[in-house]
Structures are given as structure tokens and as C-alpha cells.
């Protein structure tokens, strides 16, 4: 007879890590969207694919986002 198949933990802790990473990108995408308009950072089949990539999509929709704000001068 088979044994049951028994998971090992550290697999298990692997992915509940980056289904949590995930779930912070995820987060982050939605406050930029929020801050700084929806359509900044890429969306469907342009969106990333890693964690990676789309961190580096948020940074540099950030960065676009604040070089626009600074060339339309200071507010307030």
C-alpha cells in the first residue's frame, strides 16, 4: 500500500509567503492606482508576471508619477 504523501513544511511556509507577498503587491498596485490615477501602471496581458516585475512596475510608475507632480510646480 501507499503511504500517504506528507508535504513538507518548509514547502508550505514557501507558499503561504508569497501568496502573502503577493497579496502586499497587490495592495501597494491598489493605493498607486488610488494616489496617482488608474492607467499608470500596466494592466492584463501587459501586466507583470513575478512579485519582481511588478514591484518594478509600481516603482517606476511612482517615479513618473512624482516627476510629473514636480514639473507642474509646487502646490499650496
Known amino acids: 500500500m501507499n503511504e500517504p504523501e506528507t508535504?513538507?513544511?518548509r514547502y508550505e511556509d514557501a507558499v503561504r509567503h508569497?501568496?502573502?507577498?503577493?497579496q502586499g503587491v497587490?495592495?501597494?498596485?491598489?493605493?498607486?492606482e488610488q494616489t496617482f490615477g488608474a492607467g499608470l501602471l500596466p494592466a492584463g496581458e501587459h501586466a507583470a508576471v513575478t512579485p519582481l516585475e511588478?514591484?518594478?512596475a509600481i516603482a517606476r510608475?511612482?517615479?513618473?508619477?512624482?516627476?510629473?507632480?514636480?514639473?507642474?510646480g509646487p502646490k499650496g
Not at 510608475?61 to 507642474?72: E, T
Open 18 to 22: 508569497y501568496r502573502e507577498l503577493a
Open 61 to 72: 510608475a511612482i517615479y513618473a508619477a512624482g516627476s510629473l507632480q514636480g514639473k507642474a
Open 26 to 32: 497587490r495592495m501597494i498596485r491598489e493605493i498607486v
Open 7 to 9: 508535504r513538507d513544511p
Open 54 to 56: 511588478e514591484c518594478e
